[in-house]
């Protein structure tokens, strides 16, 4: 399921492609049942504007301008925003959502399976608020973090992944984060020391911009992370120990058995 780093991929393919062009018609795909989408007066909204901007918190993005409308997006478990060129191809499988901007250049957002989303709003702000999401993880302050993960009654997996507190981290890159930092995913949070949670946020923020900087491409991602070892069974790429797959705070969380306390 897509995060903060593939989000950002999607929001920058959106920003080098797809500003400073009037849109003529945005419209629904064919099979739309399981997904939120806006409503006629929504897609009319974005006839004869632009976007001139992108931004994203957390797993959102958006587009849009100044004075809005925006379009937020949300991936939800297999979404992608593509630009393309209607010359060139057409629009892929599983379109729910398509602008047609002036010239040939097209953006889709294509969803095989449920949960993503596309809605109209007036501006960025407002929905995240309205959402309730909290910081996104790129944005918290070390003394946030701090306070928020580190006070959290629950476990450190579950507290990295609550969206209200932070937002942008899911399963996968919640693994990476406590496999880096050596603590064991089913740890309460608020046991760990302060030493463990200042150097937490260190990890999170170098992994996530690294995998950002490489566009979410995970072939370069060094090979002494998890995430080219996530199988039950497997040799950790640090140490000794071997991958363990469990269940906490209702997902599948990947560790090692030896070198995360
Ligand atoms: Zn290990």
Redesign the pocket.
Known sequence: MPELPEAEANRRRVAEQCLNRTIEEATLGKDISYIELPGDNELGRLAGRQFTQTHRHGKLIFAGSQTGPWICVHLGMTGKLLPFDADERDAPDYTKFLIRFEGTRRLAYRCPRKLGWVRVVDSPGEEIERIGFGPDALDMSREDFLNVIGGTNGTIKGALMAQHKLAGIGNLWSDEILFQTGVAPDRTASDLSGKTIGDMYADMRRILTRVCEVNADYDDLPRSWLIGSREDGAK?P??D?TIRKSKVAGRSAHA?D???T
């Open positions: 950790c640090r140490c120990g090692c030896r070198h995360q």
